[in-house]
Nanobody, 115 residues
Framework: QVQLVESGGGLVQPGGSLRLSCAASGFTFSNYAMRWYRQGPGKERELVAGIGTGGGSTAYADSVKGRFTISRDNAKKTVYLQMNSLKPEDTAVYYC????????WGQGTQVTVSS
């Protein structure tokens, strides 16, 4: 059974940090490129960051570049999103996404940035 389980979301003040995790199971994690998406209230889902299978290739949306860092641990079958200098506009449900031959989505974790 394929699963992507996100964790680490929550309420944080502007300027704060959070680290999201996405634990994978049921497929060969190291074969899959991984991405984080987010969907804010009243907005379309958007790509936040992506990482290649080996972890050496990363890409970011302009809105998070320099503040967010995506990484992965293939031994732990986990992808991370370190989010620093958070802003209210980062408030969204964050989703983990895996793709290779097939694509898989996590259930999402809520991140709220508010004072």
């Amino acid at each position: 059974q394929v699963q992507l389980v996100e964790s680490g979301g929550g309420l944080v003040q502007p300027g704060g940090s959070l680290r999201l995790s996405c634990a994978a199971s049921g497929f060969t994690f190291s074969n899959y490129a991984m991405r984080w998406y987010r969907q804010g209230p009243g907005k379309e889902r958007e790509l936040v960051a992506g990482i290649g299978t080996g972890g050496g290739s990363t890409a970011y949306a302009d809105s998070v570049k320099g503040r967010f860092t995506i990484s992965r641990d293939n031994a732990k079958k986990t992808v991370y999103l370190q989010m620093n200098s958070l802003k209210p506009e980062d408030t969204a449900v964050y989703y983990c996404y895996a793709f290779y031959v097939r694509e898989h989505w996590g259930q999402g974790t809520q991140v709220t940035v508010s004072s």
